[in-house]
């Protein structure tokens, strides 16, 4: 995501960006997100598994699912307002917003180390994370009288969809844990929640669209509950039988495929109008990509290669919004930092791109040691 994000796609090939919405087809970028949905998933049963093996209560869980959703929501509606900053009518520019709004966050949401011996002073930066969010909210204004100038959910940014997405996946681990048949039935259920509303019968929906929106269009669940069933998968057969395993996720990766192109003579592949047979194909591509990436290490071992993308995984929100955080403080000082992006040559830029991602991976890891660690 960092790597597709930084690239200057008016000099890269069209390959690695976005495929427009009308045109039938996807690049590397259209696969990364929902690349990451299906991680998400793929981490339920064994995140919320460990709460039910403590025998924490379900309504604990729920309060539990349901906080952390929120909160990436809520980053996510304030990461996608960010563009619509109207400087003059604000009394603050788009980076300055940004910025105070990135810094309110990481207070926030940050997991404070000996937070029972440091209560008031924790309790002290989340007030204050508070008071600068609210009055940024109340500050906004993006001189767009059609929305009264004040935020919009819009499509809810990435990590408002990974919220929706989460939220739903987790609520259906809740109430069918381990069975893989009834998750694979939900599964099935928002597959065709997508082709319906792909195929327009779902307006009687519209009333409600505005919230639930994510839901009734089926494709971020789908892809998340997708992950979800390749994680009960994975807790249900040990690595010892990793023959197994690599048959199960090949043969599913290889079903999801041929779904997503038999699909297509009806919806085109478009991830911006989020096509059942967009979504198909890159969850069969997740699978693929998963059961290599097992096969090399968990199988044969080899581990050490990935040293340099460790800190993006144990850290993966910090991860995603520090990265932000330093392009408006960029932008804000005018200092020519990512003199790459100003290349003329594709591989100068997608260098420089690639660096820039395990840079910021590196600087999750330091960010790590000095005590922030974003959990929602």
């Known amino acids: 995501m960092l790597f597709v994000n930084d690239l200057n796609m008016d000099i890269v090939p069209a ?3 976005h495929t427009p919405e009308d045109v039938d087809g996807m690049g590397l970028a259209d696969w990364v997100f929902p690349g990451f949905l299906f991680i998400a998933g793929m981490s339920v049963p ?10 924490e209560p379900v309504n ?16 996510g509606v304030l990461m996608l307002n960010t563009a619509r900053v109207d400087p003059g009518l604000t009394g603050l520019s788009r980076n300055m917003w940004a910025l105070l709004m990135y810094l309110g966050v990481f207070l926030l949401w940050n997991d404070y180390r000996d937070a029972d011996s ?4 924790i309790a002290g930066f989340k007030f204050f994370a508070l008071v600068i969010l609210v009055i940024l909210v109340f500050k906004f204004n993006s001189g767009k009288p059609e929305n009264n100038s004040s ?3 819009g499509w809810w940014g990435i990590l408002g969809q990974i919220g929706w997405g989460y939220l739903t996946a987790a609520l259906t681990y809740v109430v069918c844990r381990d069975s893989l048949f009834r998750t694979s039935f939900v599964a099935l259920f928002f597959l065709a929640m997508n082709i319906l ?4 019968h779902t307006d009687y929906l519209d009333s409600i669209r505005p919230v639930l929106g994510i839901v009734i269009q089926g494709s971020v669940p789908f892809i998340v509950l997708s992950g979800l069933m390749g994680g009960l998968i994975l807790r249900k057969i040990p690595t010892s039988e990793y023959r197994k395993m690599i048959l199960i996720f090949t043969g599913m990766g290889i079903i999801y495929l041929g779904s997503g192109i038999l699909l297509r003579k009806w919806f085109i592949i478009s991830k911006i109008m989020a096509t059942p047979s967009w979504g198909l194909i890159c969850t069969g591509i997740s699978f693929l990509v998963y059961i290599f990436l097992y096969w090399i290490t968990d199988v044969k071992g080899f581990s050490k290669w990935a040293f340099f993308i460790r800190p993006a995984g144990e850290n993966s929100l910090t991860t995603y919004l520090a990265p932000n955080f330093l392009y408006h403080l960029i932008w804000m000082s005018g200092i020519p930092v990512l003199i790459y992006k100003q290349s003329s040559e594709p591989l100068v830029v997608i260098a420089g ?10 600087f999750a890891a330091l960010l790590g040691r000095m005590g922030i ?4």
Do not use: C, H, N, Q
């Open 118 to 121: 440091r209560f008031f002073t």
């Open 46 to 55: 064994f995140a919320l598994s460990k709460r039910f093996a403590k025998e």
């Open 15 to 17: 390959w690695l960006g």
């Open 151 to 153: 935020l919009i959910t």
């Open 197 to 200: 509303d792909g195929s327009g």
């Open 60 to 75: 604990m869980v729920i309060r539990y699912i349901v906080k952390r959703s929120v909160s990436l929501i809520i980053i």
């Open 353 to 362: 791109s690639l660096a820039w991602a395990i840079l910021m991976a590196g």
């Open 373 to 376: 660690r974003l959990r929602p």
